[in-house]
């Protein structure tokens, strides 16, 4: 008795503490989309109106984050931009994790010539440095948010369908699946029913842990000039439209590049707690 109680207290400490994380970065990242959803709302000031007469200024009580070469309001942008980014990348992680599970369901569930080609079709996107093969298919689609957005998502659904091709074979052998299966199942009740709520949770964990990767690959894409374009307020364009004044007035690149620092860390941070609470490994490890 005495041996078994220290584990079961240590394993129920274990989970409240990831618990307590999940719901702490769960928080923080409610509230950075919250801000982002309102952030018209919450500027102090007209992001986009230009007022030379206050250009560059410091950072002040009235400017927080000081003001840009147009006088434009460093703190309401960066507010402002926080929509760009963070819904910018909520769509293109939720394009590619939606074409990378489905074209991994469907190769593991499939197999056979469409598995090979697909999965060569991977491998070649695998093959090149993500960023250095986006910068390619951005250039060529021609730059902007959305040609940025497009030319990630061509090079990121891979990972989503590696992974969603070996849990599918793993998950296609289990017994409770032939037995499905013999009970008459049609193909799309199995995957719907049975396979894809038992993939789920490595896909939600890679999802949420790549909003941070996917943030700040389409904030380098901006910073390069084939992602969101001026005036439009992105962190990536801000910092780009900033960098030549780095050494006069530093203020006006630290912003955006802080709120992006601070977004990608709450974003991988919830990642993290994620796949430790659902990890049945890390909740009875000591």
Request: proline share 5%.
């Given at each position: 008795m005495t041996a078994v109680e220290p584990t079961l207290l240590q394993a129920f400490?274990?989970?409240?503490?990831?618990?307590?994380?999940?719901?702490?970065?769960?928080?923080?990242?409610?509230?950075?989309?919250?801000?982002?959803?309102?952030?018209?709302?919450?500027?102090?000031?007209?992001p986009y109106l230009q007022n030379l007469d206050i250009a560059l200024e410091q950072p002040s009580a009235a400017h927080i984050f000081g003001t840009d070469r147009y006088g434009r309001d460093m703190l309401s942008r960066v507010i402002a931009g926080s929509r760009t980014s963070i819904f910018s990348t909520f769509l293109l992680v939720a394009i590619i994790t939606t074409l990378g599970t489905?074209?991994?369901?469907?190769?593991?569930?499939?197999?056979g010539r469409a598995d090979n080609i697909l999965m060569r079709v991977s491998d070649l996107c695998l093959a090149f440095p993500g960023l250095v093969f986006a910068l390619a298919v951005a250039g060529v689609l021609g730059g902007g948010l959305h040609n940025a957005i497009?030319?990630?998502?061509?090079?990121?659904?891979?990972?989503?369908?590696?992974?969603a091709r070996s849990q599918t074979l793993s998950v296609r052998e289990t017994a409770y699946l032939k037995a499905a299966r013999l009970a008459g199942c049609s193909t799309s009740r199995l995957i719907l029913r049975h396979i894809l709520p038992n993939i789920a949770g490595p896909i939600l964990v890679t999802a949420t842990l790549d909003v941070g990767t996917m943030m700040m690959e389409l904030a380098g894409l901006s910073f390069l000039g084939l992602g969101a374009k001026p005036p439009t307020p992105e962190w990536g364009s801000m910092m780009s439209e900033t960098r030549g004044l780095l050494q006069t007035i530093p203020w006006a690149v630290f912003a955006p590049g802080?709120?992006?620092?601070?977004?990608?860390?709450?974003?991988?941070?919830?990642?993290d707690a994620i796949r430790d609470y659902l990890d049945p490994k890390m909740r009875v490890k000591s």
């Amino acid at each position: 008795m005495t041996a078994v109680e220290p584990t079961l207290l240590q394993a129920f400490v274990h989970n409240s503490s990831g618990k307590t994380r999940l719901y702490i970065f769960g928080t923080m990242a409610a509230l950075l989309i919250i801000g982002a959803l309102f952030s018209e709302s919450l500027c102090p000031y007209d992001p986009y109106l230009q007022n030379l007469d206050i250009a560059l200024e410091q950072p002040s009580a009235a400017h927080i984050f000081g003001t840009d070469r147009y006088g434009r309001d460093m703190l309401s942008r960066v507010i402002a931009g926080s929509r760009t980014s963070i819904f910018s990348t909520f769509l293109l992680v939720a394009i590619i994790t939606t074409l990378g599970t489905a074209i991994g369901v469907f190769c593991g569930w499939a197999r056979g010539r469409a598995d090979n080609i697909l999965m060569r079709v991977s491998d070649l996107c695998l093959a090149f440095p993500g960023l250095v093969f986006a910068l390619a298919v951005a250039g060529v689609l021609g730059g902007g948010l959305h040609n940025a957005i497009l030319a990630l998502a061509a090079i990121s659904w891979p990972k989503y369908a590696r992974i969603a091709r070996s849990q599918t074979l793993s998950v296609r052998e289990t017994a409770y699946l032939k037995a499905a299966r013999l009970a008459g199942c049609s193909t799309s009740r199995l995957i719907l029913r049975h396979i894809l709520p038992n993939i789920a949770g490595p896909i939600l964990v890679t999802a949420t842990l790549d909003v941070g990767t996917m943030m700040m690959e389409l904030a380098g894409l901006s910073f390069l000039g084939l992602g969101a374009k001026p005036p439009t307020p992105e962190w990536g364009s801000m910092m780009s439209e900033t960098r030549g004044l780095l050494q006069t007035i530093p203020w006006a690149v630290f912003a955006p590049g802080v709120a992006i620092f601070l977004a990608v860390m709450v974003f991988n941070l919830l990642g993290d707690a994620i796949r430790d609470y659902l990890d049945p490994k890390m909740r009875v490890k000591s």
